[in-house]
């Protein structure tokens, strides 16, 4: 049963996969693949079938688990045999982020961030004693803001149109650091 269906949209997130959480028997012995984003749990649907395998492949292109992705696609609230309902996002395009799968370092604390108000990014100081190069990356891959050596604690963006980043913090050419920006202003 179909529930609402809401116009096509593009959205940023991760795949992730979990066991089918169908109740009845039998059930497929498979994962089921999500899309996890910021605000929702999607699950994943292309041609309007459920992807029941450990990745995804559309137009050759293979997709896996932990993959950040952007996808446009078509949102749907359905309803399971068992009147559970779940919100399914069909892939109508999907594509791979730069940067997915890198290993970044883990800290307590946010160490980069995006202040909305002064359209500035913020790292935090207790990185800069190190000799980093930040980089600044749109969405398609192209580097659109590189500081070299950075002393200052924050690269301003004020200049740029709304929409996704990527940055990375790079340390004797390595990434050590990764993160998303949204700016919205």
């Not at 045999?81 to 290993?103: D, V």
């Not at 913020?122 to 600044?136: A, C, R």
Request: aromatic letters at 10%.
């Amino acid at each position: 049963m179909c529930l609402n269906i809401y116009g096509q949209n593009t959205y940023i997130g991760k795949i992730i996969g979990e066991a089918n959480p169908c109740t009845t028997i039998p059930c497929l012995p498979c994962l089921v693949l999500w899309f996890e984003t910021t605000s929702i749990n999607y699950v994943l649907s292309f041609n309007s079938h459920w992807i029941c395998d450990d990745k995804i492949v559309v137009n050759g292109i293979e997709y896996f688990i932990d993959d950040e992705v952007e996808i446009t696609g078509t949102i749907t609230t359905k309803q399971d045999i068992n009147s559970n309902e779940y919100t399914e996002l069909e892939i109508i395009t999907i594509k791979k982020l730069p940067f997915s799968n890198i290993e970044t370092l883990s800290f307590e604390n946010k160490k980069v961030y995006y202040d909305a108000i002064k359209q500035v990014i913020v790292i935090d100081k207790t990185l800069l004693t190190q000799s980093l190069t930040f980089e600044l990356v749109d969405i398609q891959g192209k580097v659109i803001l590189r500081k070299i050596d950075i002393r200052d604690s924050s690269v301003s963006i004020a200049n740029l149109l709304n929409g996704v980043y990527l940055y990375r913090l790079i340390q004797k050419e390595k990434i050590i650091y990764t993160g998303k920006i949204l700016k919205n202003n």
